[in-house]
């Protein structure tokens, strides 16, 4: 079989690969369908993400239908649609103990510390898959992933109706955490610095969408909200400026959600924290999100089609990679099918 493999930063190559082998009586075999590609899988490929490991097989937006089970397989058949969670955990740790898998002391994501899903087969245990809905096609429920991180933004922050979230940045995270904000119906307003990102976020619902080159932000956000500050600020442009900026923007006994995974010192003083008492959280993957999302999805409360921009082979992979790099080309996810 075919798999893309991540060998060193800048060199993805088609490999041929044995077909893998059921190891355990809980394992499926997976045909994989279609892969999204995600920003983390572009990290590891450019060689700047801080925690992946080389030579690697990245995706980890992966659905696909089984084709073989293990013999103690319950649950799941030969033919099912089903969606791969990326996350590894112990399940013994302390934070596997207290409900934290995401953040296991042991933790291991597929395509980050081992390999991932663009390959034509993988295997899986079956507590590591999901039923997809029969009402989406294999494009929508490679969406289903990335939500799931949304999901957990939302909930890292407490969200509720009442809230008004700023988010920061419309790269295709942010615009997914809109899209989730929405959900819940609390007002959200989303700033870029490129036009084109922020008219997708108009047609997302966002309330206002702040163009951060023409306007000072700060001065928008205190004036939208009559001088108080937005209850909830997620960093999603995830630099040693932005995660600084965000305590500007958010209001006393708001919360503050980062992203980010940059090693650099960023320069934040105690004050403007301890005063206001503001709470700043990490959210990192997803804590058992998979079920509520899929509902979200089969019930429809979530539309994402409008999302999916562009569509390749997987063996085009080369010529995906180049679109997404290319920042005069207007683009949302780019999907890729087995």
Same mark, same amino acid.
């Given at each position: ?29 997976? &045909? ?73 002391? &042991? ?54 109706? /009442? ?56 001065? /928008? ?42 090693? /650099? ?11 206001? /008492? ?26 994402? &089609? ?33």
């Amino acid at each position: 079989m075919k798999a893309l493999c991540v060998q060193s930063p800048h060199n993805i190559v088609i490999e041929e690969r044995p077909m893998p082998d059921i190891q355990l009586p809980t394992d499926v075999l997976i &045909k994989v369908k279609a892969g999204g590609i995600c920003g983390s899988d572009v990290h590891i490929y450019h060689g700047t993400s801080s925690v992946a490991t080389y030579p690697r097989v990245i995706g980890h937006e992966i659905v696909g239908e089984i084709v073989e089970t293990g013999k103690e397989v319950s649950g799941f058949s030969v033919g099912d649609r089903v969606i791969m969670d990326p996350v590894i955990s112990c399940g013994t740790c302390y934070q596997c103990r207290i409900g934290r898998r995401n953040v296991c002391g &042991k933790l291991q994501v597929r395509s980050v510390h081992v390999d991932g899903g663009y390959q034509e087969y993988i295997v899986v245990p079956q507590q590591s898959i999901y039923h997809i809905p029969d009402n989406l096609s294999w494009e929508e429920a490679v969406m289903i992933e990335p939500f799931t991180i949304a999901e957990q933004v939302c909930s890292r922050a407490a969200l509720v109706k /009442e809230d008004i979230v700023f988010i920061m940045g419309a790269g295709p995270v942010g615009l997914s955490i809109l899209k989730r904000v929405k959900l819940t119906g609390a007002i959200c307003y989303i700033s870029d610095i490129v036009e084109t990102r922020l008219d997708f976020a108009r047609q997302y619902g966002a309330d206002v969408a702040i163009n951060a080159k023409e306007v000072d932000v700060k001065e /928008e956000i205190m004036r939208l909200t009559e001088g108080n500050g937005a209850t909830i600020v997620i960093d999603a442009v995830c630099s040693t400026r932005s995660f600084e900026q965000t305590l500007t923007y958010v209001c006393s006994a708001g919360r503050v959600i980062t992203l980010g995974f940059s090693k /650099e010192a960023s320069a934040i003083n105690q004050l403007s924290i301890t005063a206001r /008492e503001i709470d700043v959280r990490g959210s990192r993957l997803h804590n058992n999100k998979f079920p509520t999302v899929i509902e979200y999805f089969r019930s429809g409360k979530l539309a994402v &089609k409008d999302m999916i921009t562009h569509r390749y082979q997987f063996t085009e992979i080369h010529e995906a990679l180049k679109l997404i790099e290319d920042p005069a080309i207007e683009k949302g996810k780019v999907v890729l099918f087995f």
